[in-house]
């Protein structure tokens, strides 16, 4: 199985969907999976990539799912995804989404 990359330029991260949440998250040097695109692992070339993907991909189907390196822009310390479908799925909707129902 391979995770879907863009060719670009930029620098890449790893991102998926949370298998037990659904959330967007990111992976982090460390291998953990969180929803902080800021602390994500940040591949600055190819080969870094590669092995960026390769070691992501051992999570799928166990921890995440839908896996693709996306490509960053950096400010300083602020860094957030180069498309806008992206910085959707990072951000959530953006529509206002009914209110839920109280719990009794």
Known sequence: ???K???SDLPLVATANDLRTGAVVYRGVDGAWQRDISRA???ERKDAAAD???RAETDLAVRVADLALIPIIRDGAFVRPAALRE???ATGPTIELPASQARP
């Open 87 to 89: 910085i959707i799925r």
């Open 5 to 7: 990359s863009k060719n």
């Open 1 to 3: 199985m391979s995770a």
């Open 41 to 43: 692992e940040i591949a």
């Open 52 to 54: 960026l993907q390769e």
